[in-house]
């Protein structure tokens, strides 16, 4: 069964860049569309993006667009989220997540999950 962990998480500030990846075990990840979502205190969790099982990958909110990419690391059996020119708001609990049949903008595409990472930007 697979199961999902994330990290590289951590504090950093503003202007700054994290990695974060999301290694998965139990089965290889290039079956699965991957999601990462983000959730700030407070806030409902958001998404961030999708990678295809091809590689492929959409950043949904376009204030992201530029800064963050994800991508494929077979050796590794996992998806990166590469972060760059953090902001505070980017604050908040990272999740991935893994569905078999197509990207999806909502958590409920997705039915396993990792713990999550928290990233800290301080001003």
């Known amino acids: 069964q697979l199961q999902l962990v994330e990290s590289g998480g951590g504090l950093v500030q503003f202007g700054g860049s994290l990695n974060l990846s999301c290694t998965a075990s139990g089965s290889t990840l290039d079956r699965y569309y991957i999601g990462w979502f983000r959730q700030a205190p407070g806030l409902d969790r958001e998404v961030i993006s999708c990678t295809s099982s091809s590689g492929g990958y959409v950043i949904y909110p376009d204030s992201l667009k530029g800064r963050f990419t994800t991508s494929r690391d077979k050796v590794q059996n996992a998806v990166n989220l590469v972060m760059n020119s953090l902001k505070p708001e980017d604050t908040g609990v990272y999740y991935c997540?893994?569905?078999?049949?197509?990207?999806?903008?909502?958590?409920?595409?997705?039915?396993?999950w990792g713990q999550g990472t928290q990233v800290t930007v301080s001003s």
């Open positions: 997540a893994a569905g078999r049949y197509s990207c999806s903008e909502t958590a409920s595409g997705y039915p396993i």
